[in-house]
């Protein structure tokens, strides 16, 4: 195994070795049959991956519509009624 990666076998028999390493380290990668397959990464790591860079109010604030007064209020009538 060379600095990060990982050969899919020595990777389940040394499952605790991986993750420490992942945490410690950053991203392992694991091979199955000689080719890239899978990264193993800390809960850290994954986190940053799937955090929306900005939450819906700073979106919408940063949005060139934002100094519009746009009326955002639902209508009250009821939906017209369709036949199917």
């Known amino acids: 195994m060379l600095n990060n990666l990982w050969q899919l076998q020595d990777a389940k028999n040394k499952f605790s070795s ?14 199955k049959h000689g080719e890239e397959a899978v990264v193993v990464l800390s ?7 799937v955090k929306p860079k900005m939450n819906i109010i700073k ?4 949005s ?3 100094y ?10 009821l939906p017209r009624e369709i036949t199917l």
């Open 68 to 77: 519009f007064d746009i009326d955002f209020e639902r209508e009250k009538e």
């Open 18 to 31: 991986l993750v420490d390493k992942a945490k410690r380290s950053g991203p392992q990668i694991v091979t």
């Open 64 to 66: 060139p519509l934002s």
């Open 59 to 62: 979106f919408f604030q940063k």
């Open 43 to 49: 809960i850290a790591e994954y986190k940053k991956l």
